[in-house]
């Protein structure tokens, strides 16, 4: 496969990620528009950055930041969001900590001022190879329903017509796989504190969808 400059430099970012995160004993889940390229087994577009979020990064983070800087990464981290941002080549990857708690995954996407929660098992179990290499994903039912909340999670976010693009391809490959894509609206929500804050407040009483029965439980977020 031919590959441009840019998405030469995304495959390195990747392959690095993955091996980065297994000598730190966890693991990264890539997320955004590499997720249909991965699903894909290639390239579909240029790519400027990678988005990923880290199991226990926090408890990482000190050996996660000197793998990355050995490797020759500027690494810088965000103590206010707890974002860790890798830059190299005019290209970066950002990571968020991802906690799981049994069926649950707890995606902190503004440090402890915002999660989304979505069921456990929506995260690649096993690595996927893409161009040659190694790389978790966060697959394209979290894609789907991370890009259907993304309003809510930020009220300045504007869809883009890559966005709206993203969303057809993903609705027609999980209607592809006979489910029905308004069913995962159900299973993934998010609590904002920082937006709350600023007076943005769509979510009464966020309640978790129970994966295993498809039914409605009773369980609040806990914030």
Not at 28 to 40: F, M, N, Q
Not at 85 to 104: C, Q, R, W, Y
Request: hydrophobic content about 35%; glycine content about 8%.
């Amino acid at each position: 496969m031919d590959l441009s400059e840019n998405n030469s430099k995304c495959l390195k970012f990747l392959k690095d990620i993955y091996e980065v995160s297994s000598e730190a004993e966890t693991k990264t889940y890539i997320w955004g528009g590499l997720i249909s390229d991965v699903a894909e087994g290639g390239f579909l577009r240029e790519h400027g950055d990678i988005d990923g979020f880290t199991v226990d990064m926090m408890n990482k983070l000190h050996v996660l930041k000197t793998i990355y800087t050995e490797r020759g990464y500027l690494v810088e981290f965000n103590s206010e969001f707890n974002i860790l941002k890798i830059s190299m080549n005019g290209l970066h990857a950002t990571f968020n900590p991802l906690d799981i708690d049994e069926n649950v995954a707890m995606w902190r996407h503004i440090g402890n001022q915002g999660t989304v929660f979505f069921p456990s098992e929506w995260l690649d179990m096993e690595p996927r190879r893409f161009c040659d290499i190694n790389v978790y994903t966060a697959g394209i039912l979290f894609d789907y329903g991370f890009r259907s909340i993304a309003g809510r999670c930020n009220p300045s976010w504007k869809e883009r017509e890559k966005d709206k693009m993203a969303m057809a391809y993903l609705k027609e490959k999980i209607e592809g796989m006979g489910m029905d894509s308004s069913t995962i609206l159900g299973k993934i929500w998010s609590y904002n504190p920082f937006w709350a804050k600023r007076g943005y407040d769509p979510f009464k009483d966020p309640v978790l969808v129970v994966p295993e029965t498809g039914k409605q439980g009773e369980e609040s977020c806990g914030l």
